[in-house]
């Protein structure tokens, strides 16, 4: 049986130009030890989640396939980094911090030139809508040049001396070993760099596993993260993850994890790692972020940041409304507004201009979604909106599930998808129970306008989510500010600054100071004895 929803798939021909791959990318290569290697072996195809229309009916684009390494090719790139590392003797972490930006900066230089390539992809890979794609890389350039910019102020402010208690010290941040880094499909360049790039200016070198979608979008820079860094000191592995990452776990050699995911991954990793206090973690999991509106607030502008907050990308973001809460004396109104603008948002293909709605990559995803609306629907919810429950392959219209109970799996699980369910409550205690007894504590969105309630919302949330957002959506940005969560949802916290301390660890150089210790320091200093105990800092 075709639906509406079939007709959005296009034909071959209708794929615009300007957005069309080159060919079927068969990738061999990954990196290992500064050398771009080829493997022989099996291979992981890639599938789009756009079908297109062909005379025999709607077909999933196969794009392209990517290496299916084994424990022992991920075994070679953990060595290559522990080489490369040396136990902190190595090339890269005795490095001056402004060497290090050097290479980061010829990489900048490279990624920038390979825009278009890593865009379309993004589009083919995860069907992000190009804007968004588009967003993402350059986003992603601008988080590596916020980085560098703050550990030039880090290496400024760490090369001043302080005093206390008869004793003086220099403090600075040291790298820790060999990083492990893991990115999440949804975000796939973005979240990945955002721990891979300050594990490397921090001194660190590094294993980075691709995300299980938005694999094929690293080849593009492959041949420039071998040219712009030593060899060893970055190293690419494919393949399923308990084969490749679980040796990499289980050898100990891994002394940071940086993995973007879902808890239960982490919990497996990290369980098998033989000497947990040797290992440091950062971690963004799982979320259930709701928004609570209240009765007096801007109606127009719920709305609109609950469509966004629910439903950008899909609702496939780690901070993504995925719960919302409407005071039962504002909800008919709310829903109203709510469902006319969720039935507005346009399905197609991510290049189609102003495209809100785009297909899947998760297989069964669609199933999945259904599966949590019809128990749902089985315990008294309705689906509310017009194009709810609507599917055809990797769509999902976006479908409003309306009135949400406790009881459902909507109420606690976390649907990374364009599904919205929507609870009401009475009293302001049955929001703040809510979010107390959640396994999740990463964001809420809080709507509303009498400051004296929302100061005394403000104080009862305060110790259960990291950002507590007013009268707007839940999000990541600005990069600047501090990302986290707390319970199921995080482990430590990334920001632009946050994320050097995360891969460093402080060292200092103390000494009492009496006149011969200061005249030491001095000629240390002055003779530039030291790349480490120095003043110098090249910014
Ligand atoms: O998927 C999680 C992302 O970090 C969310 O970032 O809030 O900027 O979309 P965002």
């Not at 691709?210 to 694999?215: C, H």
């Not at 040219?227 to 679980?246: A, L, M, Q």
């Not at 109606?299 to 899909?314: H, Q, R």
């Amino acid at each position: 049986m075709t639906t509406a929803l079939d007709d959005l798939f296009p034909t071959d021909a209708q794929v615009p130009p300007g957005v069309r791959l080159p060919a079927y990318l068969e990738q061999r290569e990954y990196l290992v030890g500064g050398e771009l290697r080829i493997w022989p072996g099996e291979l992981n195809p890639v599938q789009s989640p756009v079908f297109v229309r062909t005379p025999e009916g709607l077909k999933q684009k196969v794009i392209g396939a990517t290496p299916l390494l084994t424990s022992r090719e991920s075994l070679d790139a953990l060595a290559a980094a522990v080489k490369a590392y040396d136990l902190g003797r190595g090339v890269w972490p005795t490095l001056r911090v402004a060497e290090r930006i050097e290479h980061v900066e010829r990489f900048l230089v490279a990624m920038r030139a390979q825009r278009t390539a890593v865009v379309n992809l993004l589009m083919w890979e995860i069907g992000k809508p190009q804007p968004d794609s588009e967003k993402e890389f350059d986003r992603t350039v601008d988080l590596i040049v916020e980085t560098i910019r703050a550990l030039k102020e880090l290496d400024r402010t760490s090369s001043r001396f302080i005093q206390d208690q008869g004793i003086m010290a220099q403090i600075r941040r040291a790298p820790m070993g060999v990083a492990l880094c893991m990115g999440p499909y949804n975000y796939p360049l973005n979240e990945t760099f955002s721990t891979l790039f300050p594990a490397l200016l921090m001194g660190n070198t590094v294993v980075f596993k691709p995300a299980k979608f938005g694999v094929l979008l690293v080849r593009p820079l492959l041949e420039a993260f071998r040219d712009c860094f030593p060899p060893g000191v970055i190293n690419i592995i494919y393949g399923r993850g308990r084969e490749t990452v679980g040796a990499l776990m289980e050898s100990g050699k891994v002394d940071l994890f940086a993995f973007i995911g879902t808890n239960k991954g982490a919990s497996e990793l990290k369980r098998m790692h033989p000497h947990p206090h040797r290992l440091k973690s950062v971690l963004g999991l799982d979320a259930k972020n709701p928004a609570i509106i209240l009765e007096d607030a801007d109606l127009d502008n719920a709305v609109k940041e609950c469509i966004t907050g629910t439903l950008s990308f899909n609702g496939q973001r780690c901070t993504a409304l995925k719960l919302l809460v409407v005071h039962r004396r504002i909800v008919d109104a709310f829903l109203e507004k709510f469902t006319a603008a969720v039935d507005k948002l346009k399905p197609g293909m991510p290049w189609d201009p102003g495209v809100a709605i785009t297909p899947l990559p998760e297989p069964g995803k669609a199933a999945y979604l259904q599966g949590l609306v019809d128990d749902a629907v089985s315990k008294g919810a309705r689906v509310v909106n017009k194009t709810g429950g609507q599917s055809s392959r990797s769509f999902y219209a976006p479908t409003v599930v309306y009135p949400v109970t406790k009881d459902m799996r909507l109420a606690g699980e976390e649907q990374f998808g364009p599904v919205v369910p929507v609870m009401v409550f009475d009293e302001d205690e049955e929001a703040v129970r809510l979010v107390v007894e959640s396994q999740f504590g990463q964001q809420l969105s809080l709507f509303g306008k009498d400051s004296a309630r929302i100061g005394r919302f403000i104080d009862a949330f305060s110790n259960q989510v990291g950002r507590i957002n007013l009268n707007c959506q839940c999000q990541r940005g600005p990069d600047t500010f501090p990302f986290n969560g707390r319970k199921d949802s995080a482990e430590g916290t990334l920001s632009v600054a946050d994320a050097l301390r995360v891969f460093s660890i402080r060292t200092l150089v103390a000494t009492k100071t009496t006149p011969d210790n200061t005249t030491l320091v001095q000629s240390i200093l002055t003779r530039r004895e030291s790349d480490f105990l120095t003043t110098d800092f090249l910014f």
